[in-house]
């Protein structure tokens, strides 16, 4: 038996001038220059095979004691949003949205860029490549090759696309989209353009993505979610940044929701299947997943909170940036010694009551999460089309202390359609599409607030998670939508009078507020004015009925 800890690996081709090249080594020579004689080149290899790899030539990758693996992202332990380009070319600089989300490259730059990558990969010994699917509606979905330097980045994208059969990887020709990893490697900062030594540009006209100087392996994910949404809307599908879920009569809900909101918790309903936890699309035929696996947050997880992610965490499993006894191998959840970002990337069939093919019906609830610290915002509220565009544009929550350095008192966060950084089109665009498919599919649309009640995060508390369970409950079974509404001030929005399993006087936030009149109405109408004034920003191309559902100040 060969020992475990080999100088290098007895299997696969060695790179060779007298080897037989496969399609794939020709392909990547052709497109990139990637020297096959120089390196071996190992695609979609086997879990085991990763791990193997991982383990032998990845500095500090260990194995937990629950079977994952568990690897290390170097300086960047999140993403790099402000060192993300666009390529400005002919083909799509009319469509993108550009500004501070997308920032404009050059496509000369994006060649050096593209160069330095290349370079670098050439003087590995070994690169990996996984061929797979962003979709999993066929119709529509895209074929994607990371090509990448480490056992972990392939791992990472084998769980998070959607892994081709042995035919379909026989005859998965071209790819449509590729992204080049050389994050172990810095970009140059002093060429035009750079801000720093990390570089993370995405190329419409070439089909392509160049990693530079970050080797957080969520830059691949979100990467092919922004390709997603410029490619899926040209094509007439909405793309979304959602979790999405199925009851037992097939009724399909979306959630949106920005970071502590719940989207992840709520999706996840042992009475309903999960279709995804987080990007999706609606199509004519319905919604689709466009992702085979999940991505989870990890600080502070338990067994008790979240049984269903915590057992999904086994082998074939990575585990991001987490600390481990040096013994025992056990994580601990709640150590942030390395980032509060741990995480954690799994197939999606490690979730037992996963829908498989991620594939639903057209949506029947529409569910906008936020977690408003202010407590003006109702627990529950129904939304017209024309607010659901206004709320879905602004992605509204708040940030409290604690969640991030800083943070000393609770803070507005708008992001546009819930995911501005991945966006490329005007949001707009977006929020026209999400109205349209709603009024044709008769889908009700919902604002939940999973924040504060009766108060302020300083004096009052969080509603209560199974009083928000209980309004879900009673929105998945057709209850809610056939009760009775009141108006809410300023908003406009429709308010029920009852909702089974919840005390009524915590539904209406100015009924539930424990303090005067008059520090609600301050705090109302402070609440409305960041609307107002976020919305600035989207106001000269936003459409006039979206307009109109802005708040009455």
Not at 31 to 47: E, L, M
Not at 138 to 147: A, G, M
Not at 192 to 220: C, D, H, P, Q
Request: with cysteine; hydrophobic share 35%; aromatic share 10%.
């Amino acid at each position: 038996m060969a020992p475990f800890n080999r100088p290098a690996s007895p299997y696969g081709r060695p790179g060779s001038s007298n080897s037989v090249h496969t399609k794939v080594e020709e392909e990547l020579y052709e497109a990139a220059g990637i020297d096959y004689d120089k390196v071996t080149i190992k695609r979609n290899p086997s879990v085991a095979v990763l791990y193997e790899e991982a383990l032998t030539y990845e500095q500090g990758t260990v194995i937990s004691s629950a079977g994952a693996l568990c690897a290390y992202s170097g300086k960047k332990t999140g993403r790099s949003p402000k060192d993300k380009r666009i390529v400005e070319e002919e083909s799509s600089s009319k469509d993108v949205w550009w500004g501070p989300v997308n920032t404009k490259m050059s496509e000369e730059v994006f060649l050096i860029n593209r160069e330095r990558a290349i370079d670098y990969l050439n003087t590995r010994p070994r690169l990996y490549v996984f061929d797979g699917y962003a979709g999993w509606d066929p119709k529509y979905r895209i074929k994607v090759r990371v090509v990448a330097s480490r056992a972990y980045h392939l791992l990472f994208m084998r769980n998070m696309l959607i892994r081709p059969t042995e035919e379909e990887l026989e005859n998965f020709g071209t790819p449509d989209f590729t992204i080049f990893n050389a994050g172990e490697f810095p970009a140059n900062r002093y060429t035009t353009g750079m801000t720093s030594t990390t570089s993370v540009s995405v190329n419409f006209k070439r089909s392509e993505m160049v990693i530079l100087g970050s080797e957080y392996a969520g830059e691949m994910k979100k990467g092919i979610f922004t390709v997603m949404h410029y490619l899926m809307p040209k094509a007439g599908v909405l793309s979304l940044h959602s979790s999405a879920n199925e009851g037992p009569n097939g009724d399909v809900s979306l959630f949106f929701g920005l970071s502590g909101t719940g989207k992840t918790t709520l999706s996840a309903d042992p009475k309903r299947m999960l279709i995804g936890d987080d990007e999706h699309c609606w199509s004519d035929d319905g919604v689709f997943n466009i992702e085979g696996g999940c991505y989870a947050k990890c600080i502070d997880l338990s067994g008790e909170k979240e049984p269903d992610i915590f057992n999904a965490i086994r082998f074939g499993a990575i585990l991001e940036n987490v600390v481990l006894d040096e013994e025992s191998r056990v994580v601990d959840y709640s150590d942030d010694f390395l980032t509060e970002n741990t995480r954690c990337a799994y197939p999606i069939y490690h979730i037992p009551n996963a829908k498989i093919p991620c594939v639903g019906s057209h949506p029947k609830n529409i569910i906008l999460l936020t977690c408003d610290a202010f407590g003006v915002l109702p627990p529950v509220s129904r939304l017209t089309a024309e607010q659901a565009m206004y709320h879905f544009i602004s992605g509204y929550t708040t940030k409290v202390p604690g969640t991030e350095d800083g943070i000393l008192e609770p803070q507005a966060t708008f992001s546009a359609c819930f995911g501005a950084p991945f966006l490329v089109l005007h949001p707009q665009r977006y929020a026209s599409m999400l109205a349209e498919k709603m009024s044709q599919h008769k889908a009700d649309a919902w604002l939940i607030n999973t924040g504060w009640v009766g108060g302020s995060a300083a004096t009052a508390k969080r509603c209560p998670l199974k009083y928000t369970r209980a309004i879900l409950d009673s929105i998945h079974s057709g209850e809610l939508a056939k009760g009775n509404f009141e108006k809410f001030e300023v908003f406009g929005l429709d308010i029920p009078t009852a909702v089974s399993g919840v005390p009524s006087e915590l539904l209406h936030p100015r009924k539930a507020w424990q303090g005067t009149p008059a520090e609600f109405d301050s705090s109302l109408k402070s609440v409305a004015q960041m609307f107002v004034s976020n919305f600035e920003t989207y106001k000269s191309e936003a459409a006039p009925e979206t307009l109109a559902a802005a708040p009455k100040i």
